[in-house]
């Protein structure tokens, strides 16, 4: 006798939701156990911030525009797509990034190992810090390493304790800000850079700690693609997003866009319950498992009628908005004084750009010949205000500020402006003990599951793992447990 298929509701369908859809069917597979899946997404469209266009031989990304090779599971994943051989490296003749410091555009200097300057020689040579902050960077080599405490301590007093308040705010601030689009002051190194955490308490310094694991790093495979430490698809990471859809609707994955999740109720004993799905509109889909893939106040919402505790926890974990504005410029006009990736701007010299990306210059055929695809980040936690702004003052501004800072006089040629409001969650002062809190509570419940960038980790990489494990518990429970 056929058993009956296990039903189970994805509700999100960004990378996180799509991922842990995928891996669902890996392992229903695997076990070759009758299954039904269907993913809700509110959007019109899947994939969340992954959102690549394509024009006139122009690719633009809404949201991402690679991932970290460093992590392995998003590479995995495009491994398992038939992506691998789409994926293409940062364009190395063209590898150095810029900084706005005191001023002007300063090369950033090389020799940065996971966020920790090693190489004095860049650091003298690119002015971005004055001799007295190169110094005090230095003293971290002698400093004596943090006494074990419970008291939890920001980025900012992270690295100002151990580089100084001068290399934090031209050096670590920018990409901080790049990464997570928060303010340093609020961010929880323990949440977003634990292994830097580890080298201070292993090896008493960070600088000793990073020069370490330079040494101690493997030396790569000869049968091994190099890969940069960022990587991208050939036609946008909206080809990772089409591929998993394809896929799961080939093998029978309902994808339901445009369509939010009113309520979710649960029906049953507390020991062997099922779920039920109001959707807007007044459908219903009833299930043996759900997963929540949504930013932590939609799932805070979904969660609050039977478990106020958990979506109080949920609600404590805030974010931020973000938007990026891609424009198209004259190459030569763009390359008069950067000819590289782009550039970042520290907080503390108050200007509305976060960073800027030369995508063209970055990754191969994102523009025809003789143009430049400039890449804009705006917005970002404190800055949110600007998002208010209607689309023709946006661009004004960002083409002002290209102009102030790198010399971009000319009217962009075409131009495409992404808002993303409440997109990036911020790793807070007690962000790992929240999140704690979080799946200690939703384990709880039997059959219910939350994932996605709010808990673990924000990149594609991150997210993905963390759907697989998420699906893999999963599993467990529909098909390894006793019946």
């Known amino acids: 006798m056929m058993a009956t298929p296990k039903r189970v509701v994805i509700v999100g369908g960004g990378i ?35 959102l690549t266009n394509r024009r006139d ?38 590898a150095q990034t810029f900084t706005y410091s005191k001023g002007r555009l300063r090369q950033f200097p090389q020799g940065l190992i996971s966020m920790v300057p090693t190489k004095v020689g860049p650091l003298f040579h690119s002015g971005v810090l004055s001799w007295a902050g190169i110094a005090r960077m230095g003293a971290d080599w002698i400093i004596p390493r943090r006494a074990r405490t419970n008291e939890e301590e920001t980025l900012a007093e992270f690295f100002s304790r151990r580089l100084g308040s001068e290399a934090f705010d031209y050096l670590i601030e920018p990409l901080v800000s790049g990464i997570y689009a928060g303010d340093a002051n609020e961010l929880s190194v323990d949440a977003t850079f634990p292994h830097l955490v580890e080298l201070e308490r292993k090896y008493g310094s960070l600088i000793k700690g990073a ?24 036609g946008g990471l909206g080809d990772l997003i089409a591929s998993l859809t394809e896929r799961l609707s080939g093998a029978g994955v309902s994808l339901r866009r445009g369509t939010n999740v009113r309520a979710v109720q649960i029906l049953g004993s507390q020991a062997d319950p099922s779920y039920r799905l109001e959707l807007e509109g007044g459908d219903a889909l009833e299930a043996k ?32 908005s973000t938007m990026t504005i891609s424009m ?18 520290p907080r503390v010299e108050n200007r509305s750009l976060i960073a800027a990306t030369w995508s063209s210059m970055k990754w191969a055929e994102r523009a025809p010949a003789g143009q430049c695809l400039v890449r804009c980040y705006l917005g970002g936690r404190g800055r949110e205000h600007l998002l208010d702004l209607d689309d023709s003052e946006l661009t004004g501004r960002a083409c002002r500020e290209l102009e102030a800072i790198a010399g971009i006089q000319s009217r962009p040629l ?65 098909w390894d447990r006793a019946s």
């Not at 020069?211 to 050939?234: G, I, V, Y």
């Not at 198209?328 to 701007?345: D, H, I, S």
Request: positive net charge; proline residues 6%.
């Open 16 to 50: 996180s939701g799509l991922s842990a859809a995928f891996a669902l069917l890996e392992q229903a597979k695997s076990r070759d156990a009758p299954f039904q899946c269907t993913v809700v997404e509110g959007q019109d469209y899947l994939g969340g911030k992954i």
């Open 57 to 94: 031989g122009v690719i633009t990304e809404g949201g991402p525009d690679s991932f970290l090779t460093t992590k392995p599971a998003a590479l995995a994943l495009c491994e398992k797509l038939g992506l691998s051989s789409q994926l293409i490296n940062t364009n190395q003749e063209n």
């Open 211 to 234: 020069l370490a694991m330079q040494r101690s790093r493997p030396s790569p495979r000869l049968d091994a693609k190099p890969r940069t430490l960022f990587t991208t698809l050939r």
């Open 289 to 320: 498992a759900v997963i929540l893939a949504t930013p932590a106040y939609v799932s805070a919402n979904l969660l609050r009628p039977f478990d106020d505790e958990v979506s109080t926890f949920l609600d404590q974990i805030p974010y931020a």
């Open 328 to 345: 198209v410029f004259p190459e030569l006009e763009a390359k008069r004084l950067v000819r590289g990736y782009g550039f970042v701007v």
């Open 414 to 478: 075409h131009v495409e402006v992404y808002r993303w409001h409440r997109a990036m969650p911020q790793y807070i002062r007690g962000h790992r003990e929240r999140v704690r809190h979080i799946r200690e509570r939703v384990d709880r419940q039997p059959g219910l599951y939350v994932t996605g960038a709010a808990y673990d980790g924000i990149g594609i990489p991150d997210c993905i793992r963390d759907a697989d494990r998420t699906s893999a518990k999963l599993s467990a429970y529909l």
